[in-house]
């Protein structure tokens, strides 16, 4: 096929003329890996990528969050650069990652994964190449689990809550919205400093992606079991997940969350009228608790649906804010790279 590069040498024939094309300088990659006390699992997460990318344009960073055993020494040693978070958590470690690597490595793609040998380097490698191909901006490694690897109640847990975020966020066609695998281009960081720092941070960058017009796509990789031990508490994590979901849902579609909570009170104040005005037919006798109930559900209702016109008019205004220029978008997202000159 034209315009497909080859890498490595090529097989050519003594007649053959020079092909047209030179071979592609690919884009520059950042890998991104958190680490807390990953002394198990990190190097060999380091020598799977460096083996996967190797003849690519790529640098790897570990981003440390206070390890107290041998992350760090481990980790430089295997070839990466090491640098320590800025605050803690998950959420920070990557932010802190993705904005280093964005402004002082100058990466044009960035790609994270976790340190403890869950994620197949070479399910990496194609993430990464959907998005150099133009296909994506934003790709997620969808987690294909066998038994072992995460229990029954972290798979059915993860189905549940990317199932409620990708509602919740009027995502569609995503079914790993959690995936510690996930690559994107650099640019989605440029103007956003990411709010979380804990484990709702993949909530937040993929409604940021959604909202500046992204390509999101998400590709099956294996999920080996993990090196080492986890530092996530699936309940508390998944509870996060969706309360961050809610507060992205609160700025982004205020209407329809307060409009929708409002609405429900406004239909039980009704409710408790009709059964007020039931009694009243009946016995002639007001019963003054459901009246009490009816106008308090109604006055709550009304104040929710106001709330939410007045937030909805704040969002508007302040909206613009929130993109990257359009300009700098076209360039980078909208065109495909072999239309590129
Ligand atoms: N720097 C940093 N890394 C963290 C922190 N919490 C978790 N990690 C790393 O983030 C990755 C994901 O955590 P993990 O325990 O594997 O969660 P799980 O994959 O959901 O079980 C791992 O590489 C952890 O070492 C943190 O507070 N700071
Ligand atoms: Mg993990």
Not at 48 to 77: H, M, P, Y
Not at 132 to 151: L, P
Not at 280 to 296: D, K
Not at 300 to 305: F, I, K, T, Y
Request: hydrophobic share 40%.
């Amino acid at each position: 096929m034209q315009g497909e590069e080859q890498f490595g040498p090529t097989s050519r024939s003594p007649g053959d003329r020079p092909r047209a094309r030179t071979r592609r300088i690919r884009e520059r990659l950042v890998v991104v890996i958190p680490a807390l006390d990953e002394e198990v699992g990190i190097a060999r997460t380091i020598y799977d990528i460096k083996r996967s990318f190797a003849g690519t344009n790529f640098k790897i960073l570990v981003v440390d969050g206070g390890s107290t055993d041998q992350t760090v020494s481990v980790a430089s040693k295997a070839g990466a650069t090491v640098i320590p978070q800025r605050q803690s958590g998950y959420g920070d470690a990557l932010s802190t990652g993705f904005h280093y690597g964005y402004h002082y490595l100058r990466a044009d793609i960035l790609l994270t994964l976790d340190a403890d040998g869950t994620y197949d380097a070479h399910d990496a490698r194609t993430i990464v190449d959907r998005i150099e191909a133009g296909e994506v901006d934003y790709a997620i490694g969808r987690r294909r689990a066998n038994q072992e690897s995460m229990t029954l109640f972290r798979k059915y847990g993860n189905i549940l809550i990317s199932w409620a975020t990708c509602r919740l966020l009027r995502l569609k066609g995503i079914k790993d919205t959690q995936s510690g695998l996930m690559a994107f281009r650099s640019y989605l960081i440029r103007q956003e400093d990411l709010l979380t720092t804990g484990w709702g941070i993949n909530t937040e960058m993929l409604k940021l992606a959604k909202e500046l017009g992204l390509r999101i796509g998400e590709y099956d990789t294996k999920y080996y079991a993990r090196l080492g031990k986890s530092k996530l508490n699936p309940v508390l994590s998944g509870a996060v997940d969706i309360a961050i979901a809610l507060r992205l849902m609160r700025d982004t579609e205020p209407l329809l969350m307060f409009g929708f909570g409002g609405g429900m009170m406004m239909a039980i104040g009704v409710g408790f009228g009709i059964v007020d005005l039931f009694i009243w037919s009946q016995t002639h006798l007001v019963s003054v608790a459901y009246t009490v109930l009816s106008a308090l559900a109604l006055m709550v209702g009304l104040q929710l649906v106001s709330l939410g016109l007045v937030a909805e008019m704040l969002k508007t205004r302040l909206r613009k804010r929130r993109y990257v220029s359009p300009k700098l978008f076209e360039r980078h997202a909208r065109i495909p790279r072999h239309l590129k000159s």
